[in-house]
């Protein structure tokens, strides 16, 4: 999930990482091709499927599905979305600018450009809203929650400041806007269940969470004073418990989002089962008449509950938070070409522990079964070999789509994949 954005570029070797949305498999493309590896377990990623074909910067999963979306290099304008097993390409979306971003989830898929961004119903691909004359957006940043019936898009409201802009992609309407930092956003992430959003600033020394719902701030972190650096990615545990942070530093933070009831009222009044984390919140809140702002706002600022450091820094990290085999890990995709696993402790916190390291362009193994695309077709135009072929291709398109008799339709099961169909004229 989340990523800034999940997927990236690195000028230096050219490699595109993004998680899909619940972190069970992590896709990597280059300009030779894409290799999509499923992370359910902490030993060597078993590849699911690749293509050498193709020059892809953009690849995103649905979840476990067989439904990928991709951009190439070659053609940066248009969207293709294909079912890797049966090699078939579904449909094809062509738009005014390069894609810089795309987005999924069971509900949406959302495509970013630097000064729009296209929301489409993601079972019919039909372009249900077309946000225009966005601030400059060249980074692709935008953030589209998992959940969907919480179904927001987060997106700059600003390329001057750090505003955020919360669209319901269901109601199809604006919800809020958030004054987030003083400085343009670097990052944003929506928590599992889309009730929380993080976000950082090109700063990149504060990280700061709200409440979707009416925009409150419900926390703040400081990554650093010293130095001000990119943040590349943010990412909530599966509970939203902890909130890690990745950046061109060899150091990853791990935040925990303490419980905010009592500061609401909610909570209990009983002061014996605080933390030693309230007991300092209290003493610098009884400070405060003696402190200039500043200090007053950097002792506020929660600090890392866990850490993690990475071999080297000055790449482009992205991170997830995530169980495998039911134990807590944080993941590390980097643009050095490999992918780190580290064990943390959810109750202690403290350094994590490197248990793991895989090379990410590492040829898939003897006995694997790669699935490889075949390049599409010729779509449209006169002749009736390309209406034949069409008529079969939605045949097929619609045997694969056909939803089990008694168990329904499982978007989990890896098999299937949502019911999207090819726009007919």
Not at 169 to 190: E, G
Request: hydrophobic residues 35%.
């Amino acid at each position: 999930m989340n990523f800034l954005s999940r997927s990236y570029d690195s000028a230096k070797n050219g490699i595109f990482v993004s998680f899909n949305q619940d972190y069970t498999s992590l896709s990597v493309s280059t300009c030779n091709g894409y290799r999509i590896l499923s992370l359910n377990t902490i030993e060597q990623p078993l590849e699911i499927c690749q293509s050498e074909t193709e020059d892809i910067c953009i690849v995103e999963r649905l979840f476990s599905s067989s439904l990928l979306a991709m951009v190439s290099l070659s053609s940066p304008r248009k969207l293709k979305v294909c079912h890797f097993k049966k090699g078939t390409e579904i449909c094809n979306y062509s738009y005014s600018n390069t894609i810089l971003a795309v987005k999924l989830n069971r509900a949406r898929l959302v495509v970013c450009l630097e000064e729009s961004l296209y929301i489409h119903n993601i079972r019919d691909m039909a372009v249900l809203h077309t946000i225009r004359d966005t601030p400059p957006n060249p980074s692709g940043l935008c953030a589209l929650s998992t959940d969907s019936d919480n179904c927001f898009l987060a997106y700059p409201g600003s390329s001057t400041i750090g505003e955020v802009q919360i669209f319901d992609t269901v109601h199809l309407n604006c919800k809020m806007m958030i004054a987030a930092h003083d400085s343009p956003l670097a990052a944003m992430m929506f928590s599992p269940n889309g009730n929380l959003i993080a976000t950082a600033s090109e700063k990149g020394t504060v990280i700061r969470v709200f409440n979707v719902a009416d925009g409150v701030k419900l926390h703040e972190f400081r990554r650093g004073v010293k130095r001000c650096v990119n943040i590349y990615g943010l990412a909530f545990s599966p509970d939203a418990s902890l909130l890690a942070a990745t950046s061109n530093t060899e150091t990853v933070h791990v935040f925990k989002l303490e419980d905010t009831r009592d500061e609401a009222g909610q909570g209990s009044s009983d002061d014996s089962g605080q933390s030693w984390m309230g007991y300092l919140s209290k003493a610098v809140v009884a400070s405060a008449t003696y402190l200039p702002m500043l200090q007053m706002s950097v002792l506020s600022q929660g600090r890392a509950f866990s850490c993690a450091h990475l071999p080297q820094h000055g790449h482009r990290n992205i991170c997830a938070l995530t169980e495998i085999q039911k134990v807590l890990r944080l993941l590390v995709a980097s643009s050095d070409g490999y992918l780190y696993i580290y064990n943390i402790d959810k109750a202690e916190g403290g350094d994590c522990n490197l248990i793991k390291q895989h090379r990410l362009l590492k040829k898939a193994e003897p006995g694997a079964a790669p699935h490889s695309l075949r390049e599409p077709g010729s779509r449209g135009g006169p002749g009736d070999d390309n209406l034949e072929a069409e008529s079969e291709k939605m045949n097929e398109i619609a045997s694969a789509l056909r939803r089990p008799e008694k168990e329904g339709f499982m978007l989990t099961d890896d098999q299937e994949f949502p019911p999207v169909t090819l726009k007919s004229d």
